[in-house]
Nanobody, 121 residues
Framework: QVQLVESGGGLVQAGGSLRLSCAAS????????MGWFRQAPEKEREFVAG????????NYADSVRGRFTISRDNAKSTVYLQMNSLKPEDTALYYC??????????????WGQGTQVTVSS
């Protein structure tokens, strides 16, 4: 049984930083791409960032590129999202996701439970 457990969310002022973590268990972490998604109230869930299984390839939503950085530590089975220069519009429930293959496209097999990020103005 795969489990994804997010942590690191919280309340921060605009311009501040947070680092989200997602610890995975249940299957060989280094074989699968990972992603971060977010959902704001009354909005659709949206892609934030993705990283390939090896970590060599990454992609970002235009709204966060240059401010957020996704990374992974395969030895710790953990993926991170460093969020800098946070804006009130970044407020959302952030979800970790594990893809079915080694690249961040196609089907997502598993989701975490989410961690709340709130940015005050």
């Amino acid at each position: 049984q795969v489990q994804l457990v997010e942590s690191g969310g919280g309340l921060v002022q605009a311009g501040g930083s947070l680092r989200l973590s997602c610890a995975a268990s249940g299957r060989t972490f280094s074989r699968y791409a990972m992603g971060w998604f977010r959902q704001a109230p009354e909005k659709e869930r949206e892609f934030v960032a993705g990283i390939s299984a090896s970590g060599a390839s990454r992609n970002y939503a235009d709204s966060v590129r240059g401010r957020f950085t996704i990374s992974r530590d395969n030895a710790k089975s953990t993926v991170y999202l460093q969020m800098n220069s946070l804006k009130p519009e970044d407020t959302a429930l952030y979800y970790c996701a594990q893809y079915s293959g080694n690249y961040y496209s196609g089907r997502i097999d598993y989701w975490g439970q989410g961690t709340q990020v709130t940015v005050s103005s």
